[in-house]
T-cell receptor, first 111, second 113 residues
């Protein structure tokens, strides 16, 4: 499974959009991009995932570049409760594929 | 409600003792996973299972053992051979089809005293 690279941290002002980048330059054609977030001492929470098209749900939008080597998670109106560690993960769909987590990016939303 | 249940939430163990962490899911998922998380670190894969009666080692399997006798259950045993077992343990599951969501339990804190 391809690995991902994320900056260690970023912050944004409450009410503004938070754009979280992720590089996955070795992603292969059958690998999906997933985003999760984790608040301290809780299990990771699913946010969104995609293959090659941009995706949007009630929580966020996922923008995947045309070459699929990078993506951006967008939280359109960040709140203080969005402060968490955000993980970008790629996973294949083949047999015995596994999830590989990096250290994620710590998002701090300031008042 | 459907989901993944981990128990216990908090567990204390004396050095030299084995301990088993429970993970149960009622989502009818084929694949299940165990992760370890140390403070300020990402998740590291211990073991995973794609189907009943089959499992594979992850990146840090030494000192751990698992079983998958039933589809809904994937218990993790932390053995005395695990030299630094104090950590946060997370169980996850996914239906074994392309693009399906991966669900996590709420985690179990293990402390060796």
């Amino acid at each position: 499974d391809a690995k991902t690279t994320q900056p260690p941290s970023m912050d944004c002002a409450e009410g503004r959009a938070a754009n979280l980048p992720c590089n996955h330059s070795t992603i292969s054609g059958n690998e999906y991009v997933y985003w999760y977030r984790q608040i301290h001492s809780q299990g990771p929470q699913y946010i969104i995932h995609g293959l090659k098209n941009n995706e949007t749900n009630e929580m966020a939008s996922l923008i995947i570049t045309e070459d699929r080597k990078s993506s951006t998670l967008i939280l359109p109106h960040a709140t203080l409760r969005d402060t968490a560690v955000y993980y970008c993960i790629v996973r294949s769909t083949g047999a015995n594929s596994k999830l590989t987590f990096g250290k994620g990016i710590t998002l701090s939303v300031r008042p | 409600d459907g989901g993944i249940t981990q128990s216990p939430k908090y567990l204390f163990r004396k050095e030299g003792q084995n301990v088993t962490l429970s993970c149960e899911q009622n989502l009818n998922h084929d694949a299940m996973y165990w992760y370890r998380q140390d403070p300020g670190q990402g998740l590291r894969l211990i073991y995973y299972s794609q189907i009943v009666n089959d499992f594979q080692k992850g990146d840090i399997a030494e000192g751990y053992s698992v079983s998958r006798e039933k589809k809904e259950s994937f218990p993790l045993t932390v053995t005395s051979a695990q030299k630094n077992p104090t950590a946060f343990y997370l169980c996850a599951s996914q239906q074994d089809h392309s693009g399906n969501t991966i669900y996590f339990g709420e985690g179990s804190w293990l402390t060796v005293v």
